[in-house]
């Protein structure tokens, strides 16, 4: 098996390790294959979006996601480093309103896969990241929603990178319990 699943705190969360072949030239990796993903996550919805993001150390994005077209993301860093954190918005999952967050680096390679129902952030950790994620809905400007960073019920715990750089839609983010989320 090309991949290697490791569970994180959530059921429904994943870290992915796809198998990697370095040598003195440096390596080779098969960063997505379908029919392995469908394998191993039990979820064969196509992708239809790549992003590509980059930030500078202490940049925090999130806690962002689509009502009426939610989306699912398996993420990974290509450069630099980040903690990848992910929350269930799903009022029907013993894991509703909890989180958990795993390092995603160009050195470890690993892959988180944040199904739909989730919101979704991170923080650039390097002093550079560039991070790549894939999606399973287009991006939708109305359906777009976005729950505060630091609330203080989701009490996600963010590492301290020194000031941090925030967008101003996620400034202006708000609580958790006023959160429109999924059944």
Same mark, same amino acid.
């Given at each position: 098996?090309?991949?290697?699943?490791?569970?994180?705190?959530? $059921?429904?969360?994943?870290?992915?390790?796809?198998?990697?072949?370095?040598?003195?030239?440096?390596?080779?990796?098969?960063?997505?294959n379908?029919?392995?993903?469908?394998?191993?996550?039990?979820?064969?919805?196509?992708?239809?979006q790549?992003?590509?993001?980059?930030?500078r150390?202490?940049?925090?994005?999130?806690?962002?996601?689509?009502?009426?077209?939610?989306?699912?993301?398996?993420?990974?860093?290509?450069?630099?480093?980040?903690?990848?954190?992910?929350?269930?918005? $799903? $009022?029907?999952?013993p894991?509703?309103?909890?989180?958990?967050?795993?390092?995603?680096?160009?050195?470890?390679?690993?892959?988180?896969?944040?199904?739909?129902?989730?919101?979704?952030?991170?923080?650039?950790?390097?002093?550079?990241?560039?991070?790549?994620?894939?999606?399973?809905?287009?991006?939708?400007?109305?359906?777009?929603?976005?729950?505060?960073?630091?609330?203080?019920?989701?009490?996600?715990?963010?590492?301290?990178?020194?000031?941090?750089?925030?967008?101003?839609?996620?400034? $202006?983010?708000?609580?958790?319990?006023?959160?429109?989320?999924?059944?």
């Amino acid at each position: 098996m090309p991949l290697i699943v490791h569970p994180t705190t959530l $059921r429904d969360v994943k870290l992915l390790e796809p198998m990697a072949f370095d040598d003195a030239r440096g390596f080779f990796m098969e960063s997505f294959n379908a029919r392995d993903f469908a394998e191993v996550v039990g979820f064969a919805q196509p992708f239809v979006q790549d992003n590509h993001s980059r930030s500078r150390r202490g940049v925090l994005r999130g806690m962002h996601y689509q009502i009426g077209r939610p989306q699912g993301k398996l993420v990974r860093v290509t450069d630099g480093e980040i903690l990848d954190v992910a929350v269930d918005l $799903r $009022r029907s999952s013993p894991d509703y309103g909890k989180w958990t967050a795993s390092r995603l680096s160009c050195e470890n390679r690993l892959q988180m896969w944040i199904p739909p129902g989730f919101a979704h952030g991170f923080l650039a950790l390097s002093e550079q990241a560039d991070v790549l994620y894939k999606t399973t809905d287009y991006w939708c400007r109305e359906c777009e929603r976005a729950i505060c960073w630091n609330d203080p019920d989701l009490a996600i715990a963010w590492p301290d990178v020194g000031p941090l750089q925030l967008a101003e839609k996620d400034l $202006r983010a708000g609580l958790f319990e006023f959160a429109e989320t999924f059944e």
